[in-house]
């Protein structure tokens, strides 16, 4: 998934790619804001989401905002922006676009016929017979 901020585009980071140091910083930070979020915390929240069959069940999630909060500040931090978990956070949702995915690539309605190897044809084992 990717993501934009104003005109910046980030890739969601996992929460695996952070240093102890940020994880640390994560549960300090969140505490301050009401909420303290370990690791573990974070995971079974993520889970819970992705288990989720729609968008709007996943968007009505409780934790939802939660978990886009610590993926917009690991993102942020895994490019580089040493900022708070408050600061990272701290836009306009307005400036926020989720990016579509790549389209994989698709098979054509009517593929070209692969062609026989050369000497693989019924005439050229023929002839490769009778010269035997």
Partial sequence: MKFKIEN??????SIDELSLKDILQLE??????GRPLRMND????????DALKTDAEKQA?????WVLAVTIWASR?????TMTFGDAI??????LTFLPEPQDHKVKAN????????GSSRA??????DQA
């Fill in 77 to 81: 931090r895994e490019q580089g922006e």
């Fill in 61 to 65: 999630h409780p934790d939802a905002p």
């Fill in 28 to 33: 300090s930070e969140t505490t301050a804001l």
């Fill in 111 to 118: 593929p070209t016929k692969a062609r026989p190897r050369k």
């Fill in 8 to 13: 910046r585009v980030y890739n969601a980071a």
């Fill in 124 to 129: 050229a084992n023929s002839q490769h017979d």
């Fill in 42 to 49: 974070f995971k079974v929240m993520s889970e819970e989401i």
């Fill in 90 to 95: 701290d836009f306009p949702l307005k400036q």
